[in-house]
């Protein structure tokens, strides 16, 4: 059972080896054959349009080629915090390799920025949300089709400490957009993230051109 914090702090303990990466059997086992996205979205998957479906494509790694601008905070605060994260520097234009991989449980988001590389893991929840990790900061998001896009909305944030998850107060908790929309036969990709006070710390935004599958 999920319970996101509102007015303070709420600690969870894990329970588990496996616990950070699924929920209790059947829901695993279901992504797992019909692909987290698959899973997660049920019917509203067949109304993503297909440049997106073949994004997310189940039981194969996905490779995905594109050219990104990356932009940062614009205050010293939100620069220096980008910069401790190791997030991607400020860019006009980056090339950017992703690559999408099935391993287990959940599946490993590999984002190639020029040199700079960004992982994290996604997997699901017995509520239905999709939960990524990167680093220490563990997020759940509300998945939303909408004429043809795929939009991610972020619905709680915790940090992980050791065996421990501290579920942030939403007045403390960065907020993560992103949308993922089809532009002929590729697909158009943009993320931000907002701090509460400092504002923006990262937004990227660009074009997957080349997107292509094969066998795990």
């Known amino acids: 059972r999920v319970r996101c914090a509102t007015l303070g702090l709420w600690m969870e303990p894990l329970r588990g080896k496996t616990s950070d990466m699924s929920s209790v059997g059947d829901t695993t086992s279901a992504a797992r054959l019909n692909g987290l996205y698959a899973h997660l979205l ?71 920025f020029g040199a700079q590389l960004l992982i994290s893991f996604q997997w699901t929840q017995a509520d239905g949300l999709l939960t990524e990790r990167m680093g220490p900061v563990e997020q759940r998001f509300r998945l939303e089709v909408k004429d043809g896009a795929l939009w991610y909305h972020t619905s709680c944030v915790a940090l992980r400490l050791g065996p421990l998850r501290l579920w942030l107060p939403r007045w403390l908790s960065p907020r993560i957009s992103a949308c993922e929309s089809a532009e002929g036969e590729a697909v158009k990709v943009w993320v931000e993230v907002q701090l509460p006070i400092v504002g923006r710390l990262i ?3 660009g074009t997957l051109t080349r997107i292509e599958a094969r066998a795990c």
């Open 42 to 112: 049920g019917p509203r998957f067949h109304e993503l349009a297909a440049p997106i479906r073949a994004l997310h494509r189940e039981g194969c790694v996905v490779e995905a080629h594109g050219v990104f601008c990356v932009r940062r905070g614009t205050n010293r605060l939100a620069r220096m915090l980008a910069w401790l994260a190791r997030l991607p520097g400020e860019c006009e234009c980056v090339d950017l390799k992703l690559t999408v991989t099935p391993t287990g449980l959940h599946e490993e988001w590999r984002r190639e």
């Open 203 to 205: 937004r990227y935004e």
